[in-house]
């Protein structure tokens, strides 16, 4: 491994965001802060003030529910009002994507683009997220996520990889369905990035299905970035961005559910990451079997 300064793309990487790697397990995105763009003239401010003004009533009512907000009633409802609060019109899956009840839980796996990914999510199903530990550190979503019962790792030490997919298992295994964000950084669209494996051995140890579940951002019902939360960039400078955003809509699609039978942890991914991300096949990996069909879930609310 080159121990000097960095070189080719991480070099511009480096120029691109003023941060060094600070290891073997950053994860880098090639998306700044300058690819969340407007994509239709922004909103009056007379209605941007009218967001924010709902936005902020809608986080201190979920705050003050302490506790309570991780009932799944109560979660669902909180995530639902913060999108509308917001003016974004949710599309897509409407009744859940968790396999039914009576085994092992669901790992999703999902893209990830904003912040507001987390109450997508959690306005379609209450499940456990799974996060890094620096989300329990951002203002209003940190404190929203703790109180949701996300569960944060730690992901500064590679030695605690393996106690992360252990733990993980043993979620899984008790029943309880965990989204997780196996790209472990944002990026401004639904079809860059790439899975990282290890979330997917825990699926595997637990014998639990893996459900691919992409979301995706449109204006005007077109393809756009204004929500996306990339590099450096600022939760308020995001904020202030979503709030002035005309048109905005969030669409959740959830993929047939995978299983791991017969498969290793890497064709998992592989499988998973072509369904997330649009049918493009991961870059260095050999083509897979398509996966076999499984049945679509039953919509209820177990977690």
């Known amino acids: 491994m080159n121990g000097g300064a960095p070189t080719g793309r991480a070099?511009?990487?480096?120029?691109?965001?003023?941060?060094?790697?600070?290891?073997?397990?950053?994860?880098?995105?090639?998306?700044t802060p300058d690819c969340a763009t407007h994509g239709l003239p922004k909103a009056p401010l007379t209605h941007t003030a009218r967001r924010?003004?709902?936005?902020?009533?809608?986080?201190?009512r979920a705050l003050t529910d302490g506790g309570r907000m991780a009932d799944p009633?109560?979660?669902?409802?909180?995530?639902?009002?913060?999108?509308?609060?917001?003016?974004?019109?949710?599309?897509?899956?409407?009744?859940?994507?968790?396999?039914?009840?009576?085994?092992?839980?669901?790992?999703?796996?999902?893209?990830?683009?904003?912040?507001?990914d987390i109450p997508a999510l959690l306005a379609v199903e209450p499940v456990t997220l799974l996060a890094k530990r620096e989300v329990g550190g951002w203002p209003v979503v940190g404190g929203l996520a703790r109180r949701a019962g996300t569960y944060f790792i730690?992901?500064?030490?590679?030695?605690?990889?393996?106690?992360?997919?252990?733990?993980?298992?043993?979620?899984?295994a008790s029943g309880r369905s965990v989204a997780v964000f196996p790209q472990a950084t944002t990026w401004c669209t639904a079809d860059q990035g790439s899975f990282r494996r290890a979330t997917f051995q825990a699926a595997l140890?637990?014998?639990?299905?893996?459900r691919p579940v992409t979301i995706d951002y449109?204006?005007?019902?077109?393809?756009?970035?204004?929500?996306?939360?990339?590099?450096?960039?600022?939760?308020?400078?995001?904020?202030?961005?979503v709030l002035a955003a005309r048109a905005l809509a969030v669409r959740v699609t959830a993929h047939p559910a995978l299983?791991?039978?017969?498969?290793?942890?890497?064709?998992?991914?592989?499988?998973?990451?072509?369904?997330?991300?649009?049918?493009?096949?991961?870059?260095?990996?050999?083509?897979?079997?398509?996966?076999?069909?499984?049945?679509?879930?039953?919509?209820?609310?177990?977690?």
């Not at 511009?12 to 995105?29: K, L």
């Not at 599309?91 to 994507?97: C, K, L, R, V, Y």
């Not at 064709?267 to 083509?287: C, K, N, Y």
């Open 11 to 31: 070099a511009t990487r480096e120029a691109r965001t003023g941060r060094a790697p600070t290891g073997p397990w950053d994860v880098w995105s090639d998306c």
């Open 52 to 60: 924010g003004a709902a936005f902020a009533h809608a986080v201190r």
């Open 73 to 116: 009633v109560r979660l669902t409802a909180h995530a639902r009002a913060l999108i509308a609060a917001l003016g974004i019109r949710r599309e897509g899956a409407a009744d859940g994507f968790t396999v039914p009840a009576g085994g092992p839980g669901t790992l999703i796996v999902v893209n990830h683009i904003s912040w507001l």
């Open 154 to 172: 730690d992901r500064s030490d590679p030695r605690r990889l393996p106690d992360t997919v252990g733990e993980l298992t043993g979620l899984l």
């Open 205 to 210: 140890d637990a014998g639990a299905p893996v």
């Open 218 to 241: 449109t204006q005007g019902g077109r393809p756009g970035t204004v929500a996306a939360f990339c590099g450096e960039d600022t939760f308020v400078a995001s904020l202030r961005r």
């Open 259 to 303: 299983t791991g039978e017969g498969r290793d942890r890497r064709e998992l991914a592989a499988l998973a990451e072509r369904a997330v991300l649009g049918g493009r096949r991961p870059s260095g990996l050999p083509e897979v079997p398509a996966p076999r069909p499984a049945p679509e879930p039953a919509a209820h609310q177990h977690v």
